[in-house]
């Protein structure tokens, strides 16, 4: 049997957040994660290397967590099923990848967005 070692394990939130963002990037329907707050009324698509900005992560306790998420989202897709989806995935992979308990993942659609067909381009 194994024997755990003394001590203990700190995950920063910053790691939650990149978590939670590149697994809400391979979400079907999403297309990108959001600003918090939007200017002039309109969301901004972050790039891949500020995807911890669309996310903010609030310690509820010692081990658990408030997820919200901030993100555009396909338009044509369902905004409640990509949602959903959405949430469920983040909150398991933080529950498995991170061993943290998720108490609540909020789902903030700041807009919607058509993909560009790389065939007809």
Known sequence: ???????TVTIANDVLQDIAGYVALECYGVVGMAS?????????????????????IANTDERSVLVDLYVIIEHGTSLTQVSRNLSDRVRYALTHDADVVVTEVNVHVQGIKVRKNPERA
């Not at 049997?1 to 001590?7: I, K, L, Q, R, T």
């Not at 918090?36 to 903010?56: E, H, I, N």
């Open 1 to 7: 049997m194994a024997v755990e070692p003394p001590g």
């Open 36 to 56: 918090p707050s939007l200017r002039d009324g309109v969301a901004q698509l972050l790039s891949r290397d500020k995807l911890r900005k669309g996310v903010v």
